[in-house]
């Protein structure tokens, strides 16, 4: 996902020309979106596996241990034995 902005009073860019953000700012639409593809990314890397197909779920199993977290919004739960 990128967030493209026009450029901010004061500074000047060729006509047609706009920004690209690097980094999602706090109260844009796309932030939460732009989160929870890092986190996402994080979290199977780290080697989770999703559970289901929304992928608000996600399972880490190592031996005998197991991790289920779910993820909704900004709030997350964890369960463990």
Known sequence: TEIL???PTGYSLPDGKCLKLCKSLYGLRQSS????????????????TPIGP????????????KLIVSLY????VCASN
């Open 5 to 7: 902005m026009c450029a």
């Open 33 to 48: 979106t732009l989160f929870y593809e890092n986190l996402e990314r994080w979290m199977i890397n780290y080697g989770f």
């Open 54 to 65: 929304d992928g608000v779920m996600f399972r880490l199993e190592q031996g005998a241990e």
């Open 73 to 76: 919004v900004n709030d997350s």
